[in-house]
């Protein structure tokens, strides 16, 4: 059940009206209903799968508590995600595979190793552990969600919330304008020439990796505030997921504000325990008696970063596509940590020219393109793909051949021109800290509801014309 479909906008106008004509304390259990309706939608087989899951690790959180500091249950557990999740990448798994899996497994997973540090107490009750982990916003493409967070609020007695309703139906709207107008419309314009990478150089492959750029943000990002939009409405917060992206001026801050919760995720469980290891802890002594503060710091953080991206590649599938483009990142950010103390020392020789606005904007542009570079790994289907993209943007500049391009999709790159200017104000007051929703809901009525109704409008008009396009991330 897409997000984007009829469908799901009755669902979720049934579930909405049960949620809030029951009692309170009965609210959770119409919850899990509606999670359960929502999932087997996908498919009996992966209801099915996902009712194995939460058992399994249901199970194994109550046996981690019992047990105490004995660690072998809590590495059972692992194992047990771990391998699903490596069985399910495969070949065989991939036909069989249920939808959102490597999205809630790894919800799973860290809410085994949290009752594991003592950090959460293990749920007794199955139903309420099964509503956390089945919460149908966050199920197939996340974001990750804390137990401790998300838990206090789904077993909370919520009462109608006007002023938060409000802002999860605007948070819906303008999810539905990043996927259905953006996303899918530059979908049209750019599937050609990622099938193969031929027939196509020079700036009009630059385009395409830029517009690849915006789609797979607006894709995403649109998804997630679908997901936190309908979760409003039920009187439930999800953690953020994105913070303006393509605002950031390195890599490093581009995936702090990137796909937020993957990174928090693999910080918590991956990278601070590794540098807690044995050889990190004896790479800190060594470097220490040897009085290099540098190297203490560093070297383990480069060990943590280097595994902490190779696992992540991995969770995005067992393709060296995928692999490459977080190995690119990863190293990126790595030789960035290494040259750090050149970078200041050079920015120390002029400040008010290396601090200046103009330089953040130049210093975002890079971002910007470098991101967008990394992409062409993580789109195409192949690394042999990937490559013939990349050798043809450097055949020639090709001006004429850009212009032809755009001009044979002039009627998509017009229907997008106007959200994205959308797009970028509301980025651009969300990264100056602006509360775009409040500034809306102060204007006066008359023209705040002509806003809306030109939204839903703009979105109805504008849509892609083709059959639903699933959400870019739902297959991992």
Same mark, same amino acid.
């Given at each position: 059940?897409?997000?984007?479909?009829?469908?799901?906008?009755?669902?979720?106008?049934?579930?909405?009206?049960?949620?809030?004509?029951?009692?309170?304390?009965?609210?959770? %259990?119409?919850?899990?209903?509606?999670?359960?309706?929502?999932?087997? !939608?996908?498919?009996?087989?992966?209801?099915?799968?996902?009712?194995?899951?939460?058992?399994?690790?249901?199970?194994?959180?109550?046996?981690?508590?019992?047990?105490?500091?004995?660690?072998?249950?809590?590495?059972?557990?692992?194992?047990?995600?771990?391998?699903?999740?490596?069985?399910?990448?495969?070949?065989?798994?991939?036909?069989?595979?249920?939808?959102?899996?490597?999205?809630?497994?790894?919800?799973?997973?860290?809410?085994?190793?949290?009752?594991?540090?003592?950090?959460?107490?293990?749920?007794?009750?199955?139903?309420?552990?099964?509503?956390?982990?089945?919460?149908?916003?966050?199920?197939?493409?996340?974001?990750?969600?804390?137990?401790?967070?998300?838990?206090?609020?789904?077993?909370?007695?919520?009462?109608?919330?006007?002023?938060?309703?409000?802002?999860? %139906?605007?948070?819906?709207?303008?999810?539905? %304008?990043?996927?259905?107008?953006?996303?899918?419309?530059?979908?049209?314009?750019?599937?050609?020439?990622?099938?193969?990478?031929?027939?196509?150089?020079?700036?009009?492959?630059?385009?395409?990796?830029?517009?690849?750029?915006? !789609?797979?943000?607006?894709?995403?990002?649109?998804?997630?505030?679908?997901?936190?939009?309908?979760?409003?409405?039920?009187?439930?917060?999800? !953690?953020?997921?994105?913070?303006?992206?393509?605002?950031?001026?390195?890599?490093?801050?581009?995936?702090?504000?990137?796909?937020?919760?993957?990174?928090?995720?693999?910080?918590?469980?991956?990278?601070?325990?590794? !540098?807690?290891?044995?050889?990190?802890?004896?790479?800190?002594?060594?470097?220490?008696?040897?009085?290099?503060?540098?190297?203490?710091?560093?070297?383990?953080?480069?060990?943590?970063?280097?595994?902490?991206?190779?696992?992540?590649?991995?969770?995005?599938?067992?393709?060296?596509?995928?692999?490459?483009?977080?190995?690119?990142?990863?190293?990126?950010?790595?030789?960035?940590?290494?040259?750090?103390?050149?970078?200041?020392?050079?920015?120390?020789?002029?400040?008010?020219?290396?601090?200046?606005?103009?330089?953040?904007?130049?210093?975002?542009?890079?971002?910007?393109?470098?991101?967008?570079?990394?992409?062409?790994?993580?789109?195409?289907?192949?690394?042999?793909?990937?490559?013939?993209?990349?050798?043809?943007?450097?055949?020639?500049?090709?001006?004429?051949?850009?212009?032809?391009?755009?001009?044979?999709?002039?009627?998509?790159?017009?229907?997008?021109?106007?959200?994205?200017?959308?797009?970028?104000?509301?980025?651009?007051?969300?990264?100056?800290?602006?509360?775009?929703?409040?500034?809306?809901?102060?204007?006066?009525?008359?023209?705040?509801?002509?806003?809306?109704?030109?939204?839903?409008?703009?979105?109805?008009?504008?849509?892609?014309?083709?059959?639903?396009?699933?959400?870019?991330?739902?297959?991992?």
């Amino acid at each position: 059940m897409l997000f984007t479909t009829v469908t799901f906008a009755y669902f979720m106008a049934i579930l909405f009206l049960i949620y809030y004509i029951v009692p309170a304390k009965f609210r959770w %259990m119409v919850l899990l209903a509606g999670n359960g309706y929502f999932y087997y !939608q996908t498919g009996y087989k992966s209801f099915l799968f996902m009712i194995g899951t939460i058992i399994l690790s249901y199970t194994f959180g109550i046996l981690i508590e019992k047990t105490g500091k004995k660690s072998y249950i809590m590495w059972l557990a692992v194992l047990f995600v771990v391998s699903i999740l490596v069985v399910m990448r495969t070949s065989l798994g991939r036909t069989i595979a249920p939808v959102g899996l490597s999205f809630y497994s790894m919800i799973t997973l860290g809410y085994c190793i949290d009752v594991h540090r003592g950090s959460v107490k293990a749920q007794r009750n199955i139903f309420k552990y099964a509503l956390f982990v089945s919460f149908f916003p966050h199920v197939i493409q996340g974001p990750f969600s804390d137990y401790n967070e998300l838990s206090s609020q789904l077993f909370a007695e919520h009462k109608f919330d006007y002023n938060l309703c409000v802002r999860g %139906m605007y948070r819906i709207c303008f999810g539905l %304008m990043k996927k259905l107008i953006i996303a899918d419309r530059i979908t049209y314009i750019i599937d050609d020439v990622y099938e193969t990478g031929d027939g196509y150089f020079g700036l009009t492959v630059l385009f395409v990796l830029c517009l690849y750029s915006i !789609q797979l943000y607006c894709d995403f990002s649109g998804y997630v505030d679908i997901s936190a939009g309908c979760s409003n409405l039920l009187g439930i917060k999800l !953690q953020e997921n994105f913070n303006v992206p393509y605002m950031a001026k390195s890599m490093a801050e581009f995936w702090r504000r990137w796909h937020m919760s993957l990174g928090l995720w693999f910080k918590n469980y991956v990278f601070f325990p590794v !540098q807690r290891t044995k050889l990190c802890n004896s790479i800190r002594k060594y470097m220490k008696k040897k009085k290099n503060k540098y190297g203490m710091n560093v070297l383990p953080s480069v060990i943590g970063l280097v595994l902490v991206w190779t696992l992540i590649g991995l969770w995005h599938g067992f393709n060296w596509n995928y692999l490459l483009y977080d190995w690119t990142c990863g190293l990126i950010i790595i030789f960035s940590e290494l040259i750090k103390p050149v970078y200041d020392k050079v920015n120390g020789l002029a400040p008010k020219v290396f601090k200046s606005k103009f330089m953040d904007f130049l210093r975002i542009v890079r971002t910007f393109l470098l991101v967008t570079l990394t992409f062409l790994w993580f789109r195409p289907t192949s690394v042999s793909v990937s490559v013939n993209i990349f050798k043809n943007m450097f055949l020639g500049v090709g001006l004429k051949t850009c212009l032809e391009f755009m001009y044979w999709h002039s009627y998509d790159l017009f229907l997008i021109s106007f959200p994205l200017i959308i797009l970028f104000i509301v980025d651009a007051m969300k990264y100056r800290n602006i509360d775009v929703c409040q500034k809306l809901h102060k204007l006066n009525p008359v023209l705040r509801y002509g806003i809306y109704v030109a939204g839903l409008v703009l979105i109805y008009v504008c849509k892609g014309d083709r059959s639903a396009v699933a959400f870019a991330y739902s297959i991992f």
